[in-house]
């Protein structure tokens, strides 16, 4: 039996967040495999309309045939602009799941899995140009460093760096394969959880992912209507924390403790749930690749 391009995470917990109204206009930001989207869809009368967003052009093969849905191959970051473009100024709610999809995994030549050999890609928009072999063949020891510490938080992001820079030039690091073999001494604890630490560092800095959802974010609170609704599915402690505090405070940077100041910071956003919203038992053990899921939800309150 085919496996499905992929699961959508949290599904119940999403819509459920959302409150839909049956007319009014929705944004996924990450179409993917099209199950959030299939489920808006379901809850929207004739008159809604769901916009979908999708970086990838595989994800063109799960588009359902519905007058209601607009497709846009466009990374998310450019939200604004799009919706624009398409005369829509005002949403009523927005969903975002931030996870590589099941497909993007499973197809080998992607380069996104460990496990899988095949060339060191990982763009989830085609057209670019920028690889994770680009990365690691070009970026100064003091870039993949850095890289390896704060997207991947691998144990020795610095020895791992000075290692590639010192072996790159003989072209080993061209495929997973490759990758994995020309690193094997310096492995720290498991071998599938470091390197899915890395890859996960490379494919961050490939697709700029934490700067898309920075500047995605950052146009949310002018694209909702009063009482609209946003729900962010994160997988990683550095997404997650990013739209915890944006959630809270309009920005992205914490504000330093002082006993006697309390700082109050206008924000036309509101968390709905504190705690971020987990998959149960039962989802996690009929898909292991939700088990990292978080999802936040805020809603837009009256600016006034």
């Known amino acids: 039996m085919a496996q499905p391009y992929h699961t959508p995470v949290l599904l119940k ?3 459920d967040g959302l409150k839909i109204v049956a007319d009014g206009i929705y944004v996924d930001c990450t179409f993917g495999g ?3 989207a299939k489920a808006v869809l379901d809850k929207l009368s004739s008159t809604g309309k769901l916009v979908a967003f999708d970086q990838d052009d595989a994800s063109r093969k799960n588009l359902p045939d519905d007058p209601r849905l607009l497709f846009i191959q466009q990374n998310f970051r450019h939200i604004q602009r799009f919706l624009r473009l398409h005369d829509i100024h005002e949403v009523n709610g927005i969903l975002a799941d931030l996870g590589v ?11 996104f899995s460990i496990r ?27 870039q993949l460093h850095k890289i390896f510490e704060q997207y991947g938080e691998v144990t020795n992001a610095k020895t791992l760096a000075k290692t590639i820079v010192n072996i790159r030039q003989a072209g080993s690091l061209r495929t997973v394969e490759g990758f994995r073999n020309a690193l094997r001494e310096i492995v720290k604890g498991n071998p599938n959880r470091y390197f899915a630490q890395v890859f996960q560092a490379l494919r961050i800095e490939v697709n700029d992912e934490l700067g898309a959802l920075k500047e995605m974010l950052q146009q ?3 694209l909702l209507k009063t009482s609209g609704r946003i729900a962010v599915i994160t997988f990683h402690s550095l997404e997650d924390r990013m739209v ?10 914490e504000p330093e403790t002082h006993p006697f100041i ?8 509101t ?14 053990r009929q898909n292991p690749r939700a088990r990292s899921a978080k999802l936040r939800i805020a809603e837009k309150v009256n600016d006034e």
């Open 262 to 269: 309390s700082e109050e910071r206008k924000t036309s956003l």
């Open 271 to 284: 968390p709905v749930n504190k705690k971020p919203i987990l998959p149960t038992e039962e989802e996690v």
């Open 34 to 36: 099209g199950g959030h």
């Open 101 to 111: 999809s099941s497909h993007q995994f499973d197809e080998a030549e992607r380069g």
């Open 116 to 142: 899988q050999n095949a060339s060191l890609d990982m763009r989830m928009d085609r057209r670019q140009t920028l690889t994770a072999y680009e990365v690691v063949a070009t970026y100064s020891e003091e």
């Open 13 to 15: 917990e999403v819509i």
């Open 244 to 253: 915890k505090t944006f959630f809270r405070r309009g920005t992205f940077h």
């Open 220 to 222: 949310v609170p002018a």
